[in-house]
């Protein structure tokens, strides 16, 4: 199996970034590294992964800082280029994975070598019926969100790169300050542009 890195970017998380590293490490296959990146927080983000750290030394979760430039974009992207996995996933600091997601995900990459990306559905967990907003987000994204020729989208909140395919289009992929191309489509339409499954 190969492992699986987790990469969360967050900005101002300290209200759910607790929840989500302990939802990130209590997974049926440990992944390889959790890294928070931090970006320029204002309130006490930081500490409170700290403190996490401090409370769970067991799982390899780490605090990386990019202070460069204030962003998602930016973020995402040191992260992505720091992590040491085979397969990098991304999620936002609010998500909420399956316990068996590192699993699930290490399978689609072993199982297909030819998969350089990979995405899931989403559960709004404000939403109400929140079991049958998955099954229509999900019908509803399948049908829709998708590139020309059909190609399925990566979708931000759920999704894994190989790291592999990721280096390939790491000095590619847009900058988009003024969020005309969200970064989940712009990295689909890079991988595509590569051939890239």
């Not at 320029?40 to 460069?68: G, M, W, Y």
């Not at 290490?106 to 297909?112: A, L, Q, V, Y």
Request: hydrophobic residues 40%; aromatic residues 6%.
């Amino acid at each position: 199996m190969l492992n699986v890195s987790i990469i969360i970017p967050a900005w101002n998380e300290a209200e759910r970034i607790r929840d989500c590293l302990l939802n990130a490490t209590r997974q049926t296959i440990m992944p390889h590294e959790v890294l928070v990146v931090d970006n320029r927080s204002t309130d006490n983000t930081c500490a409170v992964v700290e403190q996490f750290i401090a409370e769970h030394p067991e799982p390899p979760v780490k605090l990386l800082h990019q202070n460069d430039e204030q962003g998602l974009i930016p973020t995402r992207n040191f992260g992505l280029n720091a992590a040491t996995g085979d397969v990098l996933g991304r999620f936002d600091a609010d998500c909420m994975i399956r316990p068996d997601w590192v699993e699930v995900v290490s399978g689609i990459f072993t199982e297909d070598p030819a998969a350089m990306g990979a995405t899931g559905p989403v559960m709004y967990y404000d939403m109400p019926s929140r079991h049958f907003g998955l099954k229509g987000d999900n019908s509803l994204r399948k049908r829709i969100y998708r590139a020309d020729g059909g190609q399925p989208l990566l979708f931000g909140s759920n999704m894994a790169l190989r790291a592999s395919a990721w280096h390939q289009i790491a000095n590619e992929v847009c900058r988009d300050k003024a969020d005309v191309m969200h970064e989940d489509i712009d990295i689909s339409l890079h991988l595509m542009g590569k051939d890239l499954k």
